[in-house]
């Protein structure tokens, strides 16, 4: 090859999402799984309960941007350890709204502030102006 390769995949913008992102989970990916025995999904489907109330599978799996098989198997492993209940909805028994039980919000809370002490560890060594313009930033590139 004659032509010297100038790319560079360490600044690749899709990698430096992906090295950063599997940084950044890690270490908090240890404490719920550690706490709770929960995967990804699981906590994402607890956390939208926890901060927006009832809500059905389909809408979170919407915000979250999770596949709604991720979700469903998500819901049956937090109903099984008794985090949240399933409530047929009575005009449309496709429909199922989902609630935190109080174990479920003991646990969400729990996560909750374990997450602010996490995140602010994560960027403590940033100047929060870097901090507001990275959150602008991803959340761009994520379409919201």
Known sequence: MDEKDDFDVQ????????QASEVASDGFQ?????????????WRVLFHLGIYGR???????RMAQVHKTKISRAVARLETRRFLLREED?????????TLT????????????VA????????AGL???????????LLHLSGR
Do not use: C, W
């Not at 240890?30 to 699981?42: A, F, P, S, V």
């Not at 109080?102 to 502030?113: I, V």
């Open 11 to 18: 600044f690749f913008l899709p990698y430096l999402l992906n």
């Open 30 to 42: 240890k404490i719920y799984k550690d706490r709770y025995g929960m995967l990804r999904t699981d």
């Open 55 to 61: 809500m059905t599978a389909r809408d979170i799996g």
């Open 90 to 98: 009575a005009a449309d028994r496709r429909v199922e709204h989902l």
């Open 102 to 113: 109080s174990a479920g919000q003991a646990a969400y809370r729990d996560l909750r502030g």
């Open 116 to 123: 602010r002490n996490y995140e602010a560890r994560l960027v």
């Open 127 to 137: 100047d929060p102006q870097d901090v507001v313009a990275l959150r602008r930033a």
